[in-house]
């Protein structure tokens, strides 16, 4: 399983403290709740307090990297987009609900259904909106519509999204 590598170095990152904390999202982390969706990369939030800090440690993640290909550090064999706590108030929220899950043998952090919808909603792509269709089986959508209410726009555009998908 090429993304438990990927997850052993991040967790290797973390233990070292390069990493302070991070959590799986995207479709890596919805296989925590429902069939995987082929995908190729790996997205992470990692918490940090300041720009700088984030680039202090993407600097540090490139020193251990295989390499780069655009804006994903190699790891493990696995292109991993990381993406920092400061640029949205609801990455912050994701890192701080997350929840535990197994990838291989390994422990990890992985985002809530709930807050995986919010984030393919931002996304939005075709299969953001397949991944959003499959967790609606394991979602609170109580949650999803406080979530909501937190974290949408003035114009409402992630509930307009989510409308359009029922």
């Known amino acids: ?59 540090r993640l490139t020193e251990f990297a295989e390499g780069m290909e655009g804006m994903h550090h190699v790891l493990g064999g696995v292109p991993v987009q990381v993406f920092p706590t400061t640029t949205k108030l609801l990455y912050l929220d994701v890192l701080q609900n997350a929840r535990l899950a197994r990838v291989g043998t390994l422990r990890v952090k992985v985002a809530s259904p709930e807050h995986l919808i919010l984030m393919s909603l931002e996304a939005f792509r075709p299969r953001d909106r397949e991944r959003i269709h499959l967790l609606f089986s394991v979602v609170d959508m109580a949650e999803v519509e406080r979530l909501l209410q937190r974290f949408d726009d003035d114009k409402g555009t992630l509930a307009k999204r989510l409308q359009s998908l029922h």
């Open 1 to 59: 399983m090429p993304f438990a590598d990927a997850v052993r170095i991040l967790n290797r990152l973390k233990r070292r403290r390069i990493l302070r904390d991070y959590v799986l999202v995207g479709g890596v982390a919805a296989t925590a709740y429902i069939e995987p969706i082929f995908t190729q990369d790996m997205d992470v939030v990692v918490l940090v307090d300041s720009d700088e800090e984030y680039l202090s440690v993407f600097r």
